[in-house]
């Protein structure tokens, strides 16, 4: 079992078809996301930020992939964009305390490509994010529109970058574990099919032994005939 194991290009063909995968349905979910900013500009006639902050998400992932199309840079874009796109649906709510559930979900989202770096971004944009503009708010800023709240004092604010940091922990375990059963299956995959391989070899030997006994047994009895 030790002496089979997966080569680096075994594990990109593996994740290839994964990654392939993963991407129709993010590319899916990315214009459900940006389609959401557009309805909820309704509400407080948002356009410029609904289009112009979503309609550059886009344009950031979707022109990754395209420039560097083996490379999993695009990946790490989609984290930082889904924190982006976060912080734009609770500005467009004006601090809708429901907006920051985006950030749970995006987190669930990125387990699709089973590496737990990517929830990286993603928790540090958000961190960064809910500091500044609470701050401002609590400064006196106008249109900030971070939480519907007069302002958001400090042990709020930690007891929810803990909580967001808790999920995308959780998310990042769960990335983990994943890959780790990926390929683990890929590497028994592997030793069945070298085992297979092995017994078909000895097989073949053993018929090549039989073969030649037979011979030198029919020799044998030639010569005691004789």
Request: glycine share 4%.
């Amino acid at each position: 079992m030790n002496k089979y194991s997966l080569t680096t290009d075994e594990l990109r063909e593996l994740y290839h078809d994964i990654y392939l995968k993963a991407d129709r349905i993010v590319a899916k979910v990315l214009i459900l996301m940006f389609l959401f900013g557009i309805f909820i500009a309704f509400f407080y006639e948002t356009w410029f930020v609904a289009v112009g902050v979503g309609g550059l998400c886009l344009l950031a992932y979707f022109l990754t992939k395209k420039l560097l199309p083996h490379h999993n840079v695009y990946q790490y874009v989609l984290s930082a964009i889904s924190a982006i796109f976060a912080a734009q649906y609770i500005y467009q709510m004006h601090g809708l305390a429901e907006m920051h559930f985006w950030v749970f979900i995006s987190s669930t989202i990125l387990i699709i490509y089973q590496n737990w770096k990517l929830q990286l971004p993603l928790i540090v944009i958000v961190c960064i994010h809910h500091a500044t503009f609470a701050y401002l708010q609590y400064s006196g800023f106008q249109e900030i529109y971070f939480t519907q709240l007069e302002y958001m004092d400090l042990t709020t604010f930690i007891f929810h970058a803990v909580l967001a940091a808790c999920v995308t922990f959780v998310s990042a375990l769960w990335s983990y574990n994943l890959r780790t059963r990926t390929v683990h299956d890929a590497l028994n995959y592997k030793t069945l099919v070298g085992m297979q391989e092995e017994l078909k070899k000895n097989a073949k030997k053993m018929d090549e032994l039989n073969q030649h006994l037979m011979a030198v047994n029919k020799e044998v009895h030639s010569k005691n005939d004789e």
